[in-house]
């Protein structure tokens, strides 16, 4: 591909940019990066990274909030170390991803264990290190969190991952809070849900979270589901169970091709 000779650059991307026909990455030639460290070669921007964040605090700005990092977006230890010293929390889906947050020097208070296939040892092992909350996806993993906490002598923070059924906007495989997506305890069926966490001996139930898909590009779907959401927690808090916070995904989309995300 010819680059144009002006310095420009890329949508949505300020620290990566075509200047003199070479494309650059935080004012540094990627050709003078392969030169030296060979190919293929994966260059991340951390003033992007951190620009990124920034725009996410700044909208919480005043709020009490925890922001989490997706491990699955980039597991490099060298990028989870730039989010876990800006305070960041993260959002795993393995044990691997445990280790890598603990490796990284994250704190184990702020990860989220989400995910549908959590086995007892990873249960386990984020219980021994304390972690900030287990999102349940389903009620028989609540059964089986419940005797590993037991068998542990721990009560294990959970929040369940209630699927909104809204429609997101986005490309059909990667929407996740339709009722025909895999993911989360159906609507109707929550309260019940709720009331069974309540009723485990091993489980703490402490919030409620949603996750509706990636790559959104307009604002109506989450306003969409956080009604839902907050329906859902005036009745399980009419149940005597409350709630001390909402796990609310997912991700804002990027500027691909004119995409005018918020
Ligand atoms: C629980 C959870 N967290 C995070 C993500 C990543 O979402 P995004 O890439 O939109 O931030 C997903 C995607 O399906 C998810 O299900």
């Known amino acids: 591909m010819n680059a144009p000779a002006a310095s420009h650059t890329l949508p949505g991307q300020p620290h990566i940019a075509y200047q003199n026909n070479g494309l650059m990455v935080e004012g540094v030639r990627l050709s003078d990066l392969a030169q030296e460290y060979g190919t293929p070669l994966f260059v991340y921007s951390k003033a992007a990274m951190l620009s990124a964040l920034a725009a996410y605090q700044r909208g919480f700005a005043g709020r009490k909030a925890q922001i989490c990092y997706a491990m699955k977006a980039n597991s490099s230890l060298a990028v989870l170390q730039v989010f876990a010293d800006a305070g960041c929390g993260f959002d795993i889906v393995s ?30 092992q984020a219980l021994q290190i304390g972690i900030g909350c287990f999102n349940v996806e389903s009620e028989a993993e609540l059964d089986v969190l419940s005797q590993v906490a037991v068998k542990a002598g721990k009560k294990a923070p959970v929040s369940l991952r209630v699927n ?56 109506t779907p989450y306003l969409d589901a956080m009604d839902r959401v907050l329906d859902l927690v005036a009745e399980i808090e009419a149940a005597g169970i409350p709630i001390h916070h909402i796990d609310f995904g997912g991700g804002l989309g990027i500027n691909y091709n004119g995409d005018t995300p918020p």
């Open 164 to 219: 909104p059924n809204v429609d997101p906007k986005t490309h059909p495989y990667i929407s996740t809070g339709l009722k025909g997506n895999k993911f989360g305890i159906a609507h109707e069926d929550t309260l019940r849900a709720y009331r069974h966490a309540a009723s485990l001996p091993g489980l703490h139930v402490v919030g409620i979270d949603c996750h509706i898909g990636s790559q959104i590009t307009e604002t």
């Open 95 to 124: 044990g691997g991803e445990l280790a890598r947050v603990l490796a990284a020097g994250g704190d184990p208070a702020k990860v989220i264990f989400s995910g549908v296939g959590k086995t007892r040892a990873e249960m386990q």
